[in-house]
């Protein structure tokens, strides 16, 4: 028969929990705060690849300073704009010494085509060489990786927009340009 307890009808005691969590609990919670920090560290992009690490003379992660919210409509004119960067790692110094660079240093630096992403701007101006990168975007205070060539004006396939100054410092022209989480 039916013993006491044994009706689904019948009260139960209530459960009893914890007044506190125990030790195992608290190494658990650490464990997934370290874990959860490693991981989102993890996510770093350095911009590294195969052309920014070769392509040029110079290779730094610099951090854009001044840029325009909107670059100059000139119809079908292609120009290369000059903006400025503030060095933060050179990964690559000059080959030749003639630019020592050195994080902090401002260095002013021509895109071709600003207004596209930087996989668009290869066209007929460009010769065979290798011209680029997977930047999307100028936006002040993003990192990008630059593989840079110090002959700006003759490297420039078109005109160049150079608004910055001091005008004889520091002027590259970005041959492959990689956004960094830097």
């Known amino acids: 028969m039916n013993e006491p307890g044994d009706h689904p009808f019948e009260p139960t005691r209530p459960r009893e929990w914890p007044t506190k969590p125990g030790p195992l609990r608290g190494l658990a919670i650490l464990a997934i705060v370290a874990l959860t920090t490693y991981l989102l560290a993890a996510r770093v992009e350095t911009g590294k690849d195969e052309f920014v690490t070769t392509l040029g003379k110079i290779e730094v992660t610099a951090r854009l300073v001044e840029s325009p919210d909107q670059f100059p409509n000139l119809g079908a004119y292609r120009y290369t704009y000059v903006i400025k960067y503030k060095v ?78 001091p005008q004889a410092t520091n002027r590259f022209f970005a041959l492959w340009t990689n956004p960094t989480t830097y």
């Open 88 to 165: 933060l790692a050179v990964h690559r110094q000059d080959p030749d010494a003639n630019y020592k660079l050195a994080p902090g240093d401002e260095i002013f630096v021509g895109h071709y085509k600003p207004w596209l992403p930087r996989s668009e701007i290869k066209d007929s101006d460009w010769d065979d060489g290798p011209l680029g990168g997977k930047l999307t975007r100028f936006a002040v205070g993003e990192a990008h990786r630059l593989a840079l060539d110090y002959d700006l004006q003759n490297l420039a396939p078109s005109g160049v927009l150079d608004y910055c100054y």
